[in-house]
């Protein structure tokens, strides 16, 4: 089944592919039938979300979000898909946990039948990059906070204020590869002495002056790499990815589906490497086929990574770096003796 409506969003956006998503998590929802719950674990403003309970007429959706002010705004566009949608407020690592525990008709689904589709659409939310005061952006003044829950953890504030000299050249580089990594990183520790990092704008300033003219005038915003890499320390972005594959995989049911969406390069190494770990044969190398209890256990449901389509990207820059993986669970193979 292929899904196409181009309705314009009245939160303000379409969802980054947000019909190959449906495609891809169609086949497992349908055969689910009146069993099939979707993970959505980046709920953000719940587009996606409200996608699939239009286009899934049987499927409940489990929406999980780290940032409460996110999960409130999408619980109450929601509303109108009554118990067919539960809201659930956790870092998306933590979703197996939840499950586990959680109460009502959908959780017993899943402890039933196991998930049948999950989408993880990575990275900050276009929500939360609009919202200047939370101070993802180094497009305007805001607080240094970057937190995607505000209720807990470092903020980007903090990082600046209290990290070595060292930790910082290392997470710049690590997360945002950044080429100045080390002489920000040194100009960092000199401004901090004179007063403790609070604003954005400051620290745009700081980068300014920071990187030569002749870089600045390529590769974008100066700021770009070292709001990326700050946003990716403070919310453990990347150890929430790595711990996220194995707990999905392993809550899907035989046939459910699990699609990745990334946005930078390190969030795609992670899922292409844990991918290629699933969907791997055990066999010793050499052997014409699979030995019992060897054969993958997942396979790929994309070709590589996907990319938006042109027509898309034009229509919404902020798809252009989307980088999209998949797997769909098999039946295990036993043999007795």
């Known amino acids: 089944m292929v899904y196409r409506t181009h309705a314009a969003d009245p939160h303000g956006h379409v969802p980054v592919m947000r019909d190959r998503m449906a495609e891809l998590l169609a086949p497992a929802v349908e055969a689910f ?51 067919r949608f539960t809201p659930v407020q956790c870092r998306f690592d933590y979703i197996g946990d939840e499950i586990a525990s959680g109460e009502g008709e959908t959780f017993d689904l899943v402890r039933q039948h196991g998930v049948a589709g999950a989408l993880f659409d990575l990275g900050v939310s276009s929500m939360q990059l609009d919202q200047e005061e939370r101070g993802f952006s180094y497009r305007g003044d805001a607080p240094l906070d970057m937190r995607m829950d505000p209720t807990t953890g470092i903020t980007a504030a903090e990082v600046l204020n209290t990290y070595s000299h060292g930790d910082l050249a290392r997470i710049l580089k690590s997360y945002g590869d950044e080429r100045f990594a080390g002489k920000i990183a040194s100009a960092v520790l000199k401004e901090r002495e004179r007063a403790p990092f609070d604003r954005a704008d400051r620290l745009v300033e700081l980068l300014y002056s ?90 790929l449901i994309t070709r590589g990574a996907e990319k938006a389509p042109q027509e898309e990207i034009e229509r919404n820059s902020r798809a252009a770096p989307v980088r999209v993986r998949g797997v769909e669970k098999l039946k295990h193979s036993t043999t007795t003796t």
């Open 33 to 83: 039938g009146a069993n099939a719950v979707i993970v959505d674990g980046t709920l953000g403003a719940g587009g996606h979300t409200e996608y699939f309970l239009n286009v899934f007429p049987q499927a409940r959706v489990i929406g999980v979000d780290r940032d409460p002010n996110a999960l409130q705004q999408a619980t109450e566009r929601l509303a109108q898909f009554g118990e």
């Open 210 to 299: 920071t990187i030569p003219a002749a870089t600045r005038r390529t590769g974008g915003h100066p700021a770009k790499r070292t709001f990326q890499a700050l946003r990716i320390e403070v919310n453990r972005e990347l150890e929430a990815v790595e711990r996220v594959v194995p707990v999905i995989t392993d809550l899907l049911g035989v046939g459910g589906r699990a699609v990745f969406m990334s946005y930078q390069s390190l969030e795609d190494k992670i899922v292409k490497s844990a991918f290629a770990e699933l969907t791997a044969s055990k066999t010793p190398a050499g052997l014409p086929m699979d030995l019992p209890g060897t054969e993958p256990t997942f396979k």
